[in-house]
């Protein structure tokens, strides 16, 4: 719906734009919709020592060919599991991925947790779990849990055209493994905490989560994922090897499997959201692309690449976030009140408040944001917005780091998305057809 008005208020006076330098260049817009490929890989990185994971030949030389097929194979977004004593190896021979996840450590440090992506991301955060069980293996030793990145499939990179871009928030989890009484509580109580998170960070967006699930639907004892499709995930594989249903029929995979249907405790799973459309095109247990020299496996679990089509909103887009990852002072507020009353608010309450009344045919299509440094973190300070009839509001303090925002053509902005609770940090405009 269209706003009626914006409201913006900064606890010091409206500072007046002047001396602002614009950047103006011819910008490649920002695509509205590609290819995604992805690839989930428990890589058995435990210490010789403690576990073989019935994998033959040396571990850091396995980690080694596992890193150059991750370059070989133009997977998009790895994650891996188990990434523990040999992470070093696997991260210098792939030469392909720009953005990495730095290690938490091998064990009993680490979460054994990593991505490897050709695209950005922004909030990486590691969540250790609330609940292990040593019922059946040692999953206590280390302090195993889940990440959360949004990634941006599109746009995402500032120093670009900020106006468009497209996330997913991306989630790698590595539940508790066994099949004991104690083992299936755990293992509920991590996916529980995944579905929480991602219903308090991820409410929304698009979502991928994926990893070592330890879970098969073949387990009456394993509730804990049919839970997820309920909550409104799909996954992949139960998608495109099963028609969509679910089986309680056990069909176990061979390694490396040489068919698709078969069933691992590898999952991924997805969701859409009105901002961007998630379509998986194509599964495959990829283990015959991780042998050794001689034929032997690399890792006792089967690799899996799912490629997804993604598509930008049709009745919803966004911008680029701009501002810090913090959830503190941000310039006092935006505000937007439709038609029918109705008002919205972020940022707190302090401050002067300016509006600007919408007319009939007015519409908001353009906004600058400038950030600066306060406590050695990055805020927003200032906001102007600019309508299609050329006026404009503004509020806080300009700074020399400012971007600009432009509604798609046919397009206005009709609200914004941004972090933090009681104040907004990082901000990002969202677009809606006129
Ligand atoms: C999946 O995507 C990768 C990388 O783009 C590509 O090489 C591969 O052919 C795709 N696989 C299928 C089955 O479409």
Not at 24 to 41: C, E, F, K, N
Request: proline share 3%; glycine share 12%.
């Amino acid at each position: 719906m269209k706003p009626s008005s914006i409201t913006t208020a900064a606890a010091a006076a409206a500072a007046a734009a002047a001396g602002l330098a614009f950047a103006h260049g011819v910008l490649a817009a920002a695509p509205t919709a590609g290819d995604l490929s992805i690839l989930s890989m428990n890589v058995a990185g435990l210490p010789a020592i403690l576990n073989s994971n019935d994998v033959p030949g040396d571990k850091t030389t396995n980690a080694q060919t596992i890193g150059a097929a991750f370059s070989r194979y133009g997977f998009d977004i790895i994650h891996v599991q188990e990434d523990f004593n040999y992470h070093a190896a696997i991260y210098a021979a792939d030469t392909t991925h720009p953005y990495r996840t730095a290690t938490s450590g091998g064990v009993p440090f680490g979460s054994g947790l990593n991505t490897l992506s050709n695209l950005p991301w922004l909030d990486f955060t590691r969540v250790k779990w609330d609940r292990c069980s040593d019922a059946s293996s040692s999953d206590c030793l280390t302090p195993k849990g889940f990440t959360f990145m949004r990634v941006a499939l599109s746009g995402g990179l500032t120093g670009g055209d900020n106006s468009a871009a497209v996330y997913v928030d991306v989630y790698n989890m590595h539940t508790d493994a066994g099949t004991e009484a104690d083992d299936l509580v755990a293992r509920q109580s991590n996916i529980n905490q995944v579905a929480a998170y991602i219903a308090a960070w991820s409410a929304g967006n698009a979502v991928l989560v994926y990893g070592d699930s330890n879970s098969r639907y073949s387990r009456a004892g394993d509730t804990a994922i049919r839970g997820l499709l309920a909550s409104g995930m799909s996954d992949a594989w139960v998608e495109l090897e099963r028609g969509g249903a679910v089986s309680a029929v056990e069909t176990l995979c061979g390694n490396p499997s040489t068919t698709d249907y078969c069933e691992t405790v590898d999952k991924v799973f997805y969701r859409s959201s009105p901002l961007a459309t998630l379509t998986p095109a194509a599964f495959a247990y990829v283990g015959g692309r991780f042998l050794q020299a001689d034929g032997n496996i690399l890792s006792d679990h089967n690799p899996v690449q799912v490629n997804f089509t993604w598509a930008a909103g049709s009745a919803l887009r966004q911008s680029n976030f701009w501002g810090g990852p913090h959830g503190t002072y941000w310039l006092d507020g935006v505000g937007l009140t439709l038609a029918d009353g109705t008002s919205f608010s972020h940022g707190g309450t302090g401050g002067t408040a300016a509006t600007l009344a919408l007319g009939a045919a007015e519409y908001w299509v353009g906004a600058q944001l400038c950030q600066g440094q306060k406590s050695g973190e990055t805020r927003n300070f200032y906001i102007r917005a600019t309508t299609s009839a050329g006026r404009t509001l503004a509020a806080g303090t300009a700074t020399e780091d400012c971007a600009t925002f432009a509604a798609p053509a046919g397009w206005h902005i009709a609200g914004y998305v941004g972090q933090g609770g009681d104040e907004v940090d990082q901000l990002a405009f969202v677009y809606a057809p006129r």
